[in-house]
């Protein structure tokens, strides 16, 4: 058993593996990455083998799209070679995915993670190119400039954001419950997702419109799930006849702004903030037993 000294919450555990926490949170709810120690009702610590184990997964595939069985059967390999003492391995071949697919995936990956630390305007692409393995030259064969490959790692972190809320709620019925979920994975993708918009809401004062285009279609992508579903919930009666399209944006906006809140300090958990946002969207601010 580790040291309580060794053990770690997800921040750090992202921040060692190189993994996004969405990510991480994927491979539990697979079953791929074991649970971590829970100490509380929204309190879990992370070992030293879940770091290991998320270093083996990274050696054995690069995105989300290979398949979760693959994963399985080559991590039961894995462990098979510990126990015998075998050399570990993990140039295994990605099914599906052509070289130059795979080389793609590696240098949006690198991209991802410069843009995310660095920004956009602070990355040019010799930094691409050697976070990727890959002389500078070779970059060009993939992509037309640094632009060409940002537009691309939009829409890769959007999907893969988009995908995740469609995975966490798809057993859900319940709307205020759905809701939660998709506040959920906003909230834990956020750092992401928000160097992402803060980064193309710094093109947009360029003359070139690609920016204003992009922002429009993440929103719209991000809310048009939800005015589908206050459609719906205004048809059945769960919610009073209100303007969905305002609504999804309102839900949007507020968790994002409070989503910033949180990481400002410690002061507030995720919980703590969807509970305040729960209770100020279902009783409003008006005072016990006073009406307007």
Do not use: C
């Amino acid at each position: 058993m580790a040291n309580k000294k060794n053990l770690m919450r997800i921040g750090e555990l992202e921040k060692l593996s190189g993994m996004p926490r969405y990510t991480i949170h994927f491979y539990l709810r697979e079953g791929i990455l074991h649970p971590p120690k829970k100490t509380g009702q929204t309190m879990a610590y992370y070992d030293e083998s879940h770091l290991e184990r998320l270093q083996a997964i990274k050696g054995l595939k690069r995105d989300l799209r290979l398949p979760t069985v693959f994963l399985r059967e080559q991590l039961k390999g894995i462990e098979n070679r510990e126990q015998t003492g075998a050399r570990k391995s993990f140039a295994v071949s990605q099914p599906g995915l052509s070289p130059k697919e795979k080389r793609k995936q590696e240098i949006i990956e690198a991209a991802i993670h410069l843009f995310a630390s660095k920004g956009y305007n602070h990355t040019n692409v010799r930094d691409i190119a050697k976070a990727a393995g890959m002389a500078t030259g070779t970059f060009y064969i993939y992509y037309t400039n640094k632009r060409d490959l940002f537009v691309e790692v939009v829409d890769d972190v959007i999907r893969d954001i988009i995908g995740e809320i469609a995975d966490a709620i798809r057993k859900e019925k319940n709307l205020v419950k759905r809701t939660e979920l998709r506040a959920r994975v906003f909230f834990e993708n956020y750092q992401r997702y928000s160097e992402i918009l803060n980064q193309l809401r710094a093109e947009m004062a360029s003359e070139d419109h690609w920016a204003q285009e992009k922002v429009k279609k993440i929103y719209w992508d991000l809310t048009k799930p939800l005015i589908r579903e206050a459609q719906q919930g205004i048809v059945n009666g769960y919610i009073r006849k209100v303007d969905p399209d305002l609504l999804a944006f309102t839900l949007i906006g507020i968790v994002e702004i409070l989503s910033l809140r949180v990481k400002l300090d410690h002061k507030y958990s995720f919980d703590k903030v969807m509970s305040f946002v729960q209770d100020i969207i279902l009783r409003g601010l008006n005072p016990v037993g006073q009406s307007t």
